[in-house]
């Protein structure tokens, strides 16, 4: 009778070796593990030895993945970028922006003056809403004059009802 969802394989488990018996070299793994880890190395290390010869003669060949060593490709959008040292970079050089950046800075630059005009009141929307304001501050002080007159009106009612 199974436990739970999944069913055990029939092969048994998974053996992992120790740190231990790695370095004492009793691990479990296949004995022809052994043959293609030598192989693999004598294989680097020729490989090294004739990058080695290779870049004493010429300096600038580098080592291609897949077709790119049999295949010249001419590709101008696949440069590759040049690492540079910090002794070597020009302080001075100016970069470029993007024209992302560039439209960016210049909206931020044109909201600004814009801002600065609105401030002034020599925009036309600022002019508007002077007009308006100084419409509405009258119609306030009217309404505040009514009601200062109709408030001297009942106090005077008030006092010759009294007398």
Known sequence: ??????????????????????????????????????EHEEDERSEESEEESEEE????????????????IQNPNLVKPKNLKAKNVDIEKTTELSRREREEIEKQQAHERYMRLEEQGKTEQARKDL???????????????KREEEKAAKEQKKLEARK
């Open 57 to 72: 003669s010429d300096g600038e060949t580098e080592k291609r993945k897949g077709t790119e060593g049999i295949i010249e």
């Open 1 to 38: 009778m199974g436990r739970g969802k999944f069913k055990g394989k029939p092969t048994g488990r998974r053996q992992f070796s120790t740190h231990e018996e790695m370095i004492a070299g009793t691990s479990a793994r296949p004995r022809t593990f052994k043959k293609v880890e030598a």
């Open 131 to 145: 007009d308006r304001l100084a419409l509405i501050r009258q119609q306030r002080a009217e309404a505040a004059k």
